[in-house]
């Protein structure tokens, strides 16, 4: 069974832009969480779908959103990029959410010039 | 505010020792519970998943969980290099079952 696939997987923008980054689940799992993980530090969650509803949120800003596709295929974007917002994104799927086991991807870094 | 509590580290242990990792947890409603690994620079990989009061082996790894004391441990037996690595604890709280993670320990095997 495929993994969790997120792409890209190196991305470098300015100060100001937005980006989309995507992930595509395991086969059957309905559940995708997103992660921020700067240097030294543990998992910041961003937020988890389920069925294309967004069902948990962290505390982050607005320009931080998402959204899930009928296939439970995943984006999310960051708007107006801030130089703190580089950093290792990761998707995380599971059949149902969180009393299930999470699966990661292997990550997009984000660099911010 | 559900919290996850782990020791930083850095953890060091000799090559083939029991290496003992703990996380302690807030919410006693708190039904689910995970340990992962990570390797620097790479994404977090499950090793174990544990929901009742107990033990549970798989290979070199044993899960325990204590819902009583609110904790839950991970054993490494014959401790190897490629152990080295930070271990998360991920435990889920509330109706929405949001997983809640450690800031993980950072485990050192010296050869």
């Known amino acids: 069974k495929a993994g969790v696939t997120q792409t890209p997987r190196y991305l470098i923008k300015t100060r100001g832009q937005q980006v989309t980054l995507s992930c595509s689940p395991i086969?059957?799992?309905?559940?995708v969480s997103w992660y921020q993980q700067t240097p030294g530090q543990g998992l910041q969650f961003l937020f988890e779908y389920f069925s294309e509803t967004q069902r948990n949120k962290g505390n982050f800003p607005g320009r931080f959103s998402g959204r899930q596709f009928s296939n439970s295929r995943s984006e999310m974007n960051v708007s107006t990029l801030e130089l703190g917002d580089s950093a290792l994104y990761l998707c995380?799927?599971?059949?149902?959410?969180?009393?299930?086991?999470?699966?990661f991807g292997p990550g997009t870094r984000l660099t911010v010039l | 505010q559900k919290e996850v509590e782990q020791n930083s580290g850095p953890l060091s242990v000799p090559e083939g020792a029991i290496a003992s990792l703990n996380c302690t947890y807030s919410d006693r409603g708190s039904q689910s519970f995970f340990w992962y690994r990570q390797y620097s620079g790479k994404s977090p990989e499950l090793i174990m998943s544990i929901y009742s009061n107990g033990d549970k082996e798989d290979g070199r790894f044993t899960a325990q969980l204590n819902k009583a004391s609110q904790y839950v441990s991970l054993l490494i037996r014959d401790s190897q290099p490629s152990d080295s690595a930070t271990y998360l604890c991920a435990v889920n709280v509330g109706s929405n079952y949001q997983l809640i993670w450690g800031a993980g320990t950072k485990l050192i095997i010296k050869p």
């Open positions: 995380a799927s599971s059949l149902a959410g969180g009393r299930n086991e999470q699966f």
């Open positions: 086969s059957g799992h309905r559940s």
